[in-house]
């Protein structure tokens, strides 16, 4: 009987303890405090939660109500997000991060009356830019605040120097609120206790870098993404040496990377990645002891930091504990690193944009944790098939792969990618063969992009298609697709079709409709013709449709007036007609509109004026009537190109136009005066009209202008001298042809066109500034042809003066301009000589020097330049031998004719020995002609080469007369050969990579 009262005693003994124990367990949770909620504070609750909606778009990914607990007559204690003092019942903490919260916090809130707070949490909800108000500095006893993600604006107020007790601050990634250096310098002299400072896109632009070191020393956490600092980065940061997650990435940090970053070496994440304007450098040495030093680092981004120092090897001696490692556009350069089976661990691998070379190691295949990888857009990276089959068979994590640009002729080895792959990009691959229709049915496929694959064959598989893709990108292949009902049907969660210069089967697009999630539509380029469907109408989320280069017809579609959050509409190149839809003018967000090509009638529409259009091109249609004036003064503008008739107007002000044409219209009047507030202006054609003004001196003040041409107007008397030192200062092209100019050829101007006294090595194609799709185009007249260009390059430079009536010589000067591609001095009443200097314009393809007056021999020197492939002399009063060579060879009769002392081939008069030119000229002693040509070269030997180009030409007339070159000569070959080298280089890669 004992023995039963002994364990009974002990069982109730227990119970007590474990009620006891349960109970203590529960007074010191948080979220169950022993005393109900003060009643001051449940209400100061109740109202916050009332100011505000739940909408399911304000919060990231998060679906949970926190405040769907919050009931009046409960305990507020007990609340979802809440946290009480145990004793008194005051709330203490509010975490009310992704709560989905949307509305506007007023500084009467009676969220601020919750003094006792501890630890507040508002991020990832939307308070639709509501300031970040001074009250926010009552909570003296805050540790934490967390209001990022969450839409806020306006000013930190420097109330927030009072929460000296903060250990935790993150203000970032809202509506880019603004911190003042006053602010600045209270908050980190107060802050004493700060651990951590998050305040990314937080305009810090007028704080100086350097105000940074009066930050705590015990700072483990500094994250200051994109806040606008600029200048150098501060010049010592062994302060820190706590730190371990450092982010200035974003920023316009020029300079050297400050040596000391080696002495933080509990460093766990360094980010100085896109720094604009200047790059970062880091040097080699400076590299070498980072990855010394920085044993517990797991996070290297450096993307454009300028490495070019750095050998591509040096990577493999970080720490084999790292997991990310992101240098894209890093100047680096060389060889591949050789081996990489050292960072096993490495998760995200980008060397994206860099000069590396060479193939892709086999070992590669040994990173086994990798989950993205990019190396796009390198120079001529390759993987051979063997090492890309050992690759993806042991990457069996891999999720993302970008290796646009890498040379991998392999089509057949893609289907052993990993079944958990969700992004690929083998753009501009070189890819040959049948595609592999089993990548398109990956089960995680949400990205595809084989664009510029051209010799890239199969077919698409419309059916069973990944249900998460998002993104296909097909353009510029071989890969017949069937857009018929299974495609539109089964591709719902598309949201970016890109198809460009596809091999389209047939087509339904009334069933397009289906695509209710797309954001970009292009389907450029195919042939596909008859109306737009209205059902087009139905893809309401559509940002960017592209239709052009196609044989669309009938009216545009009342049906697209529902796409209003169109920003990009290109319908060029079709046959549409019927007059500009009203509607268009419905779509506030529409930012580029073309429409040219076509076969519209009537007029501009004058609510035109209604949108806030950056590019609007209407060339080439039917349309008359005036322009309205008021496109004129938009100040977004910066591309315009109009067919219709009326006078310019004035332009505002602080416009963006870059470029403006308006050639082939009629367009009468003068050209206003306040063109020159068109300050970011490129190009400009006013070619084709009936403008009647003197020359427009003003233009001279235009600093970005490349093109001016005003060709075939009315335009009369002198052109005189420039009026300012620096008139023109990037002009490459300058047509003034066909017009009642009058007085000597304008030779100053040529002494202040810089850019034309040097070949544009960039060689690119002039674009709008945002709009990559959108090429600028002129017409001009090109070796004899009225061409329009409907793209051209910096590269091209032209001069053109003819079918005016100017007087004088043509100046020795013009030798300098070695940027011209062609001259035309034609149809004027010139005198005197041809020049010996024209013979350095090695760029030359079209020289037109026809019906003026000028007189003595053809320069034998012209023989020589390689790439002239039009050449008129004819009408002139030129006499004797025409120049003999390969190059003169084969131009006709018709390029000399109208000169009567000219003899020898191809005109049928012959040279007698007296007449007869000499290959190889003397030394030259004509006026400036001394600077172009310097004694001790024979062009005999340049001669012997131009057959084969003109690089290799001069070279072997260097090798032939090394015993007598000048050091300067030298220079040039070697200058030239380089140049010609990278060029060659350069376009091969762009004619492979470039986006059509």
């Known amino acids: 009987m004992g023995f039963y009262l002994l364990s009974l005693s002990q069982l109730l003994s227990s119970i ?45 990914y998060c679906q949970h109500l926190k405040t769907e607990s919050w009931k009046e007559g409960t305990d507020c204690c007990l609340w979802d997000g809440v946290t009480c003092e145990m004793k008194t019942g005051v709330v203490t903490e509010l975490n009310l991060a992704c709560s989905l919260l949307y509305g506007t916090l007023h500084p009467n809130s009676t969220l601020f009356s919750l003094r006792h707070l501890r630890k507040l949490d508002l991020s990832d909800n939307h308070f639709k830019s509501s300031h970040i108000f001074p009250q926010f500095g009552q909570f003296s006893n805050l540790t934490h605040l967390n209001l990022s993600l969450s839409v806020f604006a306006g000013q930190v107020p420097s109330e927030f120097s009072l929460l000296s007790k903060l250990v935790s601050l993150d203000l970032s990634k809202n509506d880019n609120p603004s911190l003042e250096p006053i602010s600045f310098d209270k908050l980190v002299q107060n802050l004493t206790q700060l651990r951590e400072l998050r305040l990314s896109r937080v305009d810090m632009s007028l704080v100086a870098p350097d105000s940074l070191m009066n930050l705590s020393s015990s700072l483990s956490s500094l994250i200051l993404n994109s806040c606008g600092l600029q200048g150098k980065l501060p010049s010592s940061m062994r302060k820190f040496k706590h730190l371990q997650y450092l982010n200035l990435g974003k920023n316009s940090f020029s300079g050297p990377i400050p040596y000391d970053l080696e002495q933080l070496t509990e460093l766990a994440l360094l980010v100085l990645s896109g720094n604009e304007n200047d790059y970062l450098s880091l040097e080699p040495t400076s590299f070498d002891k980072l990855v010394q030093n920085l044993t517990q680092l797991r996070d290297l981004r450096l993307s454009m930091v300028d490495m070019s120092m750095v050998a591509p090897d040096s990577l493999m001696n970080l720490s084999s504990s790292l997991s990310s490692l992101i240098l894209y ?46 190396l796009s857009f390198n120079d001529y990276l390759s993987v051979e098939p063997n090492s890309f089959d050992k690759i993806v068979q042991n990457l069996t994590k891999l999720r993302g792969l970008n290796l646009g640009s890498v040379n991998m002729v392999i089509p057949n080895s893609l289907a052993n990618l990993s079944s958990s792959l969700s992004a690929l990009s083998l753009w501009s691959c070189g890819l040959q063969g049948k595609f592999p229709g089993n990548i398109f049915l990956l089960p995680n496929l949400q990205v595809l992009d084989v664009t510029s694959n051209d010799c890239l064959t199969g077919s698409f598989p419309s059916s069973n298609v990944s ?80 239709l052009d280069r196609n044989n669309f017809s009938g009216q545009i579609p009342s049906s697209l007036r529902n796409l209003v959050q169109l920003h990009s509409l290109f319908l060029d190149h079709n046959n549409f007609s019927g007059q500009i839809p009203d509607f268009l003018s419905t779509l506030t967000q529409l930012e580029s509109l073309g429409l040219s090509n076509n076969h519209l009638v009537g007029s501009i529409p004058s609510q035109i004026n209604t949108l806030s259009l950056k590019l609007f091109d209407l060339r080439n249609n039917h349309l008359h ?6 496109i004129f003064k938009q100040e977004n503008l910066e591309t ?113 066109l810089e850019a034309l006294m040097a070949y544009d090595k960039k060689s690119t194609y002039m674009m709008a500034k945002n709009y990559s799709d959108y090429a600028y185009s002129i017409k001009v007249t090109w070796k004899g042809f009225e061409i329009k260009f409907e793209k051209f390059q910096s590269a091209l430079g032209i001069l053109d003066f003819s079918n005016n009536n100017f007087t004088g010589e043509i100046p ?9 591609r062609q001259l035309n001095l034609s149809h004027n009443s010139l005198r005197g000589q041809i020049p010996l200097s024209l013979g350095m314009l090695f760029n030359l393809e079209s ?69 007869a030119p000499a290959l190889q000229p003397s030394n030259f002693h004509d006026g400036d002609d001394s600077t172009f040509f310097a004694d001790g070269f024979g062009w005999k030997a340049v001669a012997i080469g131009y057959g084969c180009g003109f690089v290799f030409g001069v070279t072997v007339g260097y090798v032939v007369y090394r015993a007598r070159k000048p050091a300067w000569f030298l220079r040039l070959v070697e200058d030239i050969w380089n140049l010609k080298a990278r060029r060659t280089k350069k376009n091969a890669r762009r004619n492979g990579v470039r986006r059509n």
């Open 16 to 60: 007590l303890f474990l009620f006891h124990f349960q109970t203590a367990i529960s007074s010191s949770n948080y979220s169950s405090p022993s005393h109900s909620c003060a009643h001051d504070q449940s209400l100061s609750l109740l109202q916050f939660k009332a100011s505000f909606s739940i909408n399911s778009s304000a919060s990231g």
């Open 329 to 374: 556009s890093c100047r680096l350069q060389g060889k591949f690193p050789s081996s990489m089976r050292k960072l096993k661990h490495l998760q995200c691998f980008n060397l994206g944009e860099n000069n590396l070379t060479g193939s892709i190691p086999y070992d590669f295949g040994q990173l086994n944790e990798l989950v993205s990888i990019d």
């Open 467 to 546: 249900n998460y893709l998002w993104f296909l990108g097909l353009s510029h292949t071989r890969i017949s697709v069937d857009l018929g009902n299974d495609f539109f049907t089964n591709l719902k969660s598309l949201e970016t079709l890109a198809m460009r210069d596809c091999n389209i089967l047939r087509s339904n697009l009334t069933l397009v409709g289906h695509l209710t999630q797309l954001t970009r539509l292009e389907l450029v380029g195919n042939n596909l013709g008859g109306l737009i469907p209205s059902s087009l109408g139905n893809l309401v989320q559509l940002h960017s449709l592209f």
């Open 625 to 630: 009537g005036p322009i309205p004036s008021s």
């Open 640 to 752: 315009l190109a109009l067919a219709s008739n009326s006078k310019l107007t004035a332009f505002s002000k602080g416009n963006n136009l870059g470029y403006l044409n308006l050639n082939g219209n009629e367009l009468e009047g003068k050209i206003p005066s306040s063109i020159i507030n068109c300050a970011m202006l490129e190009v400009l054609d006013l070619g084709n009209n009936k403008i009647e003004d003197t020359f427009p001196y003003f233009l001279e003040m235009l600093p970005e202008l490349h093109v001016l041409v005003l060709k075939s107007n009315k335009l009369q008397g002198f052109v005189n001298s420039p009026t300012t030192n620096d008139s023109f200062p990037k002009l490459r092209i300058f047509d003034i042809s066909s017009n009642n100019l009058s007085g000597p050829l304008p030779t100053e101007y040529l002494y202040s």
């Open 812 to 820: 020795n000067l013009t030798g300098k301009l070695n940027g011209l």
């Open 847 to 915: 020289l037109d020097l026809s019906s003026n007056l000028l007189t003595g021999r053809i320069p034998q020197q012209l023989a020589f330049i390689t790439f002239l492939a039009v050449l008129n002399l004819s009408h002139n009063q030129l006499e004797g031998a025409i120049p003999r060579g390969k190059q003169f060879q084969t131009f006709s009769a018709s390029s000399f004719e109208g000169n009567l002392g000219l003899c020898g081939f191809p005109m049928p008069k012959d040279c007698n020995s007296s007449e």
